[in-house]
Structures are given as C-alpha cells and as structure tokens.
C-alpha cells in the first residue's frame, strides 16, 4: 500500500476511488482505526459505493494507493471485498474530528480541526492533529487565500500540530459501550494540571477521566478542584473507587470535601470507611467550615512531655508517614494539655539524652476552634508558621492547621480558576 | 446535613437560577420596547399570539435545558461536533449578527432610561462601555450581578399597574383566545420582534451553558426543569401585563411611543408621579444586564465552537480572539448608539426583529440535535415539543417571507 506522504483527513474527504482499471467504484466517507497504540492505526476506509448506494468498509488490504486526487484498489471492481461496518466501529471523521481532545504536552482541553496521517513502516496511522487556524481554513477550502495572502507578505503561516503521541482522547460522541482509549499520558501528569483538565471538559468526562486516574493521583488532583466540581465527582465515581481516594487523602480535606456532597452520600461514605478515620472526619464536620476547626486536621504528631530527644525521632519514624506536616513537634503532658512545642530541626541538633520538655518552646501560639479562617491565616502570616495548633478552653490539643489550608487568604486571589459563565 | 426535609428545598434553590434569571434579564431593552409598543400600538390585539408565544418559549426553554443535562455540552459545541465546520461558522455567523443587533439593543436601553433622568448619552454610553468592560473582565462582576438582577424585578410593577389601569377586561380576554391578524408591513414587523424577542438565539446558548455548567443530572432535572417553566411563565406574564398596562394608557390616547419616556406613561396607574424614575431605574438594570451578558455569553459560543481559547480568567495573550470579540461586540454595541439622531425605540424595536427572523435557523438546529437518539437516547422530544417547535420556526419564516413581499409591494402604512 502507497500513501503520497503525509496528509490530512480533510484532503481526502469525498476523494474518488478506483479500481485497477479506473473503473469508477465510490468516494472515501471515513477512515476506521483501532486504538491501543500510541499512534492508532488505519485498518480500512468507509467507502460509498456507488452500485450498491450504501456505505461500506473496504479494508486497508485491499487498496493500493492513497493519494489527494483519487484512492486506487488492488484488485477489479467485482473482486473487491466490502464489508459492513459494525456499529462501534470507531471513526475518524464522526468519532474524532470537532471533538475535543487533551493536550497533554501543553495541559489544556482542545478542539480537533484537522487530522494528519501518516505512513510508518507497512501503516497508515494517525500521527497528529491539527488544532490551529490552518486547520480551519483547510477544513473550508479557504488555505489556499491565506497562503497567497501571507506569500504577498513573504510569511508563511506554521501549522499547529500535536503529535498523536501527547494526545488524550476524550470519550466525547462515542456511543456507549466503545473502546476507551487507555490513559497514556494522563496519569504521569502533574495533579494541578490533571485538575486543570478536568475543569475544562464536560461533566461525564470528568467522571470518566478521573475514574482512570490511579487513587493517589486522583486524591491529589481532587484537592487542587473547586468544591463544586469535588461534590461532583466523588457523587458520580462508584463507592469503592471513592473510598480508595479517601483512604489517600488527609483527614481534614476529606471532612472539606464530605461537607459539600449530599449528606446521604456522605454518610454512606463515612460508615464504610475505616472507623478511626471516620471518628476523625466526624469530629471534623462537626465544626463550622470556615473556622480553625473546619481548617484543622487530626494528624499533627504529639508527643509526651517525659521523651528523650533519641526517642522521640525513634517515634517520629513510626508516626511520620501519617502526618501532615513533621516540621513541628507538640509536646503535651499527662492530661493532653498542649505544654510546648519543637522544631525539627531544634530536635535533630539536639543531643539525644536531652528531654524534650527542657528544649521546647513553652510560650505556643494556639488558636481556638472558633476562630475564623481569616483570622487564621492572619496567626500563621504574622508569626511566619507552618502549622499553628487549635487547643480546646482546657488547652487540650484538637489539631493543627497548616499554611497550605489557608495559603489562599494569604496570597491575593490570582491563583484561583475561575472557570467560565455567569451562571 | 441534619435537616434532610430542608435539603429538598435547598437543592431547589441552588438549582434555581439559569431559568428564572435567564427570564427575569430576558425582559431587557428591545422586550421591554417591543411588548409597550404592541400594546401601545394595537391595543390588546396581540395578546393571543403572547399566549402561544408563551407555551413555545416553555417547550423551547424545557429541549435546551434537557440538551444540556443529558450531554453536558453547550450547544454551539453540540453544533461543531454533530454538523461539522460549514455549519458550525454559518450558525455562529447567524448567533454573532443576533447578538449584535440585542448588544446594539441594549445600549439603546441604557441610553434611553439615562435619558429620561436627562443625562445625555454622549456621556453615558462611553462611560458605561468601560465600566461594563472592566466589570467582566476583573472578575468583579459576580456581586454587581444581584443588585441589577434585584433591580429587574421593578418590572412586576407592571402587574400591579395593568390592574390599577381598570383595563377592560372582557375585551383581554377576548382577544386572548380569539386571533386576530393584519396584513400590514407594521404589524408583520412587530408579530416577529415580539416573537423574537421571547425567545431568542442568544438565551438557548446561555441557558445551555448554564446547565452544563451547574453539571446538573438527570436525576435533578425535575428541579431543573421547573426552573425553566417557571421563569418562562413568569417572563410571559410580565409581557402579558406590559402589553395590557400599554393598552389600557396608551392606547386610548393615541401614543404610539417613539421616546422611552412615552413608554413610561404605562406605570403610572401604580407609581403616579414616579412612573418616569421606576421605568428609567428597570429599563437601565435590565440593560446593562443584557449589555454585561450578551458580548460574553457570544465570545465564549463562538471560541467554544471553533476551539479557541476562552474565558476571562484567561489573560489577554492567552486568549486574544475572545477578548478581541468581546470587546468588539461591546464597542459596536455602544457605538451605534452614538450616532447622531438615531431614534433608540426603533434600534430596540428593529434589533428585536432581527433576532426573530434569525432565530429559526438556530432552532432547526436545535431540533435535529435534540432528535438524534445517539445524543440524548431516550430523552428525545416528544411529538408535542416537535410540533410546537417546528411551528415556531415555521410560523417565523413564514412571517418573514410576508414581510419581505410586503416591503417589495410596498404596502408601508
């Protein structure tokens, strides 16, 4: 099989196709490819034929040459074999063009206006789409105006071409039950910018893409949405594949996001999960959301006031793994009053039979659990803290609040997406 | 979390909005100016063809919303993924002509009620083209929204005035179910406003949006679906009593209105001597409404379709087209305005008509999406929505081509 060089599916659309002999046998209507591969590849084209008007799957065995003017068969026009196509056969032109695929070099969602194929070894395979204003202009015929028009100026217009090879498709237009293309890409992406993705397609992509994501991804990439869209998906992916994010992420994002969803499904959440978490989210949602208590998490390491500096890095090795920050170390007494608190890097500096109580600092500063999340962060600014403990009226320690929970009162409001419409 | 009866309502509640609001701002500059001038003008002699106008804007409101819920795309990308670039570049080519003519529109509607507080709009008009620029592309919109969607609820004051107006009421009801028609270039000109001034292209890709973006599910689309036939019925009932307070103090008079001021007159049974202030204060809140939304409402359709980069969290680099559009479209919109002499009741007026003789090719459209089972499988229209609809597209063209014959004839009255 022959194919002139490289070309795009616009330039073969409505092309003739012959037999051997010239006979005339119908016109190219769509390609049909498989996927699987990086680059999916050509198996036959959808051909209208003439004699039998309908149209029908001649496969890529069969043709000889592919060329812009017309498409040539190997064998006579009585001996070529048409099939008919199945309907989950995926399609080039109905199933991928003008839709919207991911980027994923460039991280952004982006409509398909043209598409190239190209021959490697023995194949004709789909090697890139076009999503620039060529792609448009050839689509309508008109390419040929703007080069004439850019050659007055001696410019040359470039294409805008995205090799197949940093392309996700999305499941867009497909009817229901075909082949998913499996996720290359997608998962090896930065979880802001999986996030970022996800907040640019239509609500069942989301669903779909963030199903495929691996639950470590997926529990980072459900931080950096807004908790319109989190309510979303965690309603939409089935139960097991929603405790599984869970299970990965801290328990103070969790009770944000349990917070948004309808409480039956919270609930429902809530009792499957394991028990000690659960008592630690319910403890959580039980304060208000904009407040230091709806801010906290539970996972902060404390420890007794009677340690060594030896035994507390001993301990640290086993709680770390849990906790969400490991910069600070609160050192409470025997009632669980917040005594004082350590640096880690006053901890390690530290000769190892010191006690802790001896090197700590005892003046902390703690906020209550009441205390508004503005107020918060204007604590954690004005002391330049990681992390500042919220301690109950007995000074009893309920959890901390991190730089991160509140970053977004700090910063001014340019890092946020807002996404589109008034509505 | 513990109040799961209070939840129903809540859900209502959040869900609430596209369609109402879409329908309370809907009755912006060329609404308000079409529905006073048909009463003004005819008296109560349109208000049957309100009433099927009615039931069509619910069943064209109710398809949009379902499109959006079930496919969760807008439809202008609906348009480019089902029909392909040709038909794509034709319908945003008929969408952006419609949405300039309303954009034009509604700055004529803010020109005018500053007018009748005796601010030219040579002042205005560029004042409010920058504000309104920098309004939506700050992001400092949102709050600012309410206080004009609040202010657009003075248009109920039209109730209240059709009934303090004493209109005859055997004679609404009359002419509510008995159809009455002239064949006259005038009359023709207004049935087609009135009718595209209901429904309209721009409000389904706003509406669809909306929906799509609320990722509202089947499972809450009878909420949803409420919303819609609430706002339709409430936006109808307004033009209703537009019309019948525009018969009743108009009408008998001779006003045929040619200033906004004129139009005023109709809330004077309910606000006597502040009937000038109230209309102006409405006319400028639903305006500057419809002025905010409309050229962004258009960018974002248009870039969608053709794969452009889009919105306005987006710097100016990053998405010149869009913005390019948009301000384009606020610029042309507030400079027809400027032109001197121009009579702005006909600019509402005419822009009105524009939308109606386009708005059939957008609903064909629609129909073929909303028909094509591999989309929305068993949620396709009824027969009673298709009959409905067709008839709408139908029964526009059908006007239009009378009013083209009628201008060749020249039976200009």
Redesign the interface.
């Known amino acids: 099989m022959v194919l002139f060089s490289e070309m795009f599916v616009s330039e073969l659309k409505g092309v003739p196709v012959v037999d051997r002999l010239q006979e005339p046998v119908g016109e190219i209507r769509d390609f049909v490819l498989t996927v699987g591969e990086v680059f999916p590849k050509i198996t036959g084209l959808l051909v209208r034929v003439y004699d039998k008007a309908a149209d029908l799957l001649v496969l890529m065995g069969e043709i000889d040459l592919i060329g812009k003017q017309f498409v040539v068969t190997k064998s006579l026009k009585e001996r070529i074999v048409f099939a008919k196509p199945r309907a989950d056969e995926l399609l080039l032109m109905r199933d991928v063009l003008d839709k919207q695929i991911v980027d994923t070099e460039g991280a952004r969602v982006i409509r398909v206006n043209d598409l190239k194929l190209g021959k490697i070894e023995q194949d004709v395979r789909l090697i890139a789409a076009d999503v620039g204003f060529r792609g448009l202009l050839r689509r309508l015929g008109l390419l040929g105006i703007l080069d004439f028009m850019f050659g007055l100026l001696r410019k040359k217009v470039p294409d805008t071409l995205i090799g197949w090879d940093h392309v996700e498709q999305l499941k867009t237009g497909r009817a229901k039950g075909m082949i998913t293309v499996p996720t290359k890409h997608l998962s090896e992406m930065h979880p802001a910018d999986i996030a970022n993705i996800i907040s640019q397609v239509h609500s069942e992509e989301r669903t779909a893409i963030f199903a495929s994501l691996s639950d470590k991804t997926a529990a980072e990439s459900l931080h950096e949405l807004e908790p319109k869209i989190q309510a979303l998906l965690l309603t939409t992916v089935d139960t097991k594949k929603a405790l599984g994010i869970l299970e990965k992420m801290p328990a103070d994002e969790v009770a944000d996001v349990l917070g948004d969803i309808p409480s039956e499904r919270a609930e429902e959440l809530l009792r499957l999960m394991k028990p000690k978490k659960a008592t630690q989210i319910r403890k959580l949602l039980s304060h208000p959301e904009e407040t230091a208590g709806g801010l906290m998490t539970t996972e902060f390491i404390a420890m007794p006031r009677n340690l060594t500096v030896q035994q507390t890095i001993e301990k640290m090795r086993e709680l770390a793994p849990d906790a969400e920050t490991v910069y600070y170390i609160y050192v409470v007494d025997e009632a669980e009053k917040l005594a004082g608190v350590l640096s880690l890097r006053f901890l390690i500096i530290s000769p190892p039979e010191t006690l802790i109580s001896k090197i700590m600092v005892k003046d902390v500063i703690a906020v209550d659990p009441e205390m508004n999340q503005r107020q918060v962060a204007e604590v954690i600014s004005k002391y330049n803290l990681l992390a500042v403990p919220v301690v109950d009226k007995d000074n009893k320690m309920l959890g901390i609040v991190t730089v991160d929970d509140v970053v977004d009162f700090i910063l001014p409001p340019i890092s946020r997406r807002i996404r589109h419409m008034l509505g | 979390?513990?109040f799961?009866r209070l939840?129903r309502i809540w859900i209502f509640l959040a869900i609430l909005?596209?369609g109402v609001?879409a329908a309370i701002a809907g009755n912006d500059a060329g609404g308000t100016a079409t529905y006073s001038i048909v009463g003004a003008r005819y008296g109560y002699h349109m208000l049957w063809m309100l009433v099927l106008v009615g039931i069509s804007l619910i069943v064209i409101q109710e398809m949009c919303a379902r499109m959006g819920v079930i496919?969760?795309?807008g439809l202008s990308?609906l348009i480019?993924?089902e029909f392909?670039?040709?038909w794509t570049?034709f319908a945003m080519a008929v969408l952006l002509i419609a949405n300039v003519a309303v954009t034009i529109s509604e700055f004529a509607g803010i020109a005018a009620s500053l007018e009748i507080f005796g601010i030219t709009r040579y002042l205005t008009i560029p004042f409010m083209v920058v504000l309104i620029w920098f309004l939506m592309t700050r992001?400092t919109?949102?709050g600012v929204?309410r206080i004009f969607i609040a202010m657009c609820f003075i248009y109920f004051a039209y109730i209240f005035s059709g009934f303090l107006a004493r209109p005859d009421w055997e004679l609404v009801f009359k002419h509510t179910f008995v159809p009455s028609f002239e064949l006259d270039l005038n009359f023709i000109l207004i049935s087609i406003a009135m009718i595209g001034t209901t429904v309209t292209p721009w409000m389904q890709f706003?509406l669809q949006?909306?929906?799509?973006?609320?990722?509202i599910?089947m499972k809450q689309y009878k909420y949803q679906k409420w919303d819609v036939i609430l706002g339709s019925i409430v936006a109808v009932i307004i033009a209703f009593f537009i019309v019948i307070a525009c018969s009743a103090v108009l009408h008998p008079r001779g006003i045929i209105i040619h200033e906004a001021k004129e139009a005023a007159l109709a809330l004077r049974p309910f606000a006597g001597g502040y009937a000038a202030a109230l209309f102006a204060l409405g006319l400028f809140a639903s305006s500057t409404l419809g002025a905010s939304?409309l050229p962004?409402?258009s960018s974002?359709a248009i870039c969608e379709a053709?794969?452009w980069?889009n919105?306005?969290?987006k710097k100016f680099n990053e998405a010149p087209v869009f913005y390019a559009l948009y301000t384009a479209l606020i610029l042309i919109g507030g400079g027809v305005v400027l032109f001197p002499k121009l009579n702005l009741i006909n600019v509402m007026l005419f822009s009105q008509t524009t939308n109606g003789i386009l708005f059939p090719f957008i609903l064909i459209f629609m129909l073929f999406l909303v028909n094509n089972r591999?989309l929305m499988g068993q949620y396709v229209n009824s027969k009673f929505n298709n009959l409905v609809a067709w008839a709408t597209a139908l029964v526009l063209i059908l006007l239009t081509i009378l009013l083209i014959v009628a201008t060749f004839t020249g039976q200009i009255t």
Not at chain 2, 209 to 215: A, D, L, N, T
């Open positions: 979390m513990r799961p939840k909005g596209p609001i496919t969760g795309k990308d480019r993924e392909g670039l040709r570049l992001g919109y949102k929204e706003y949006s909306s929906v799509v973006e609320k990722g599910k939304i962004l409402s974002y053709f794969g980069e919105g306005i969290s591999r």
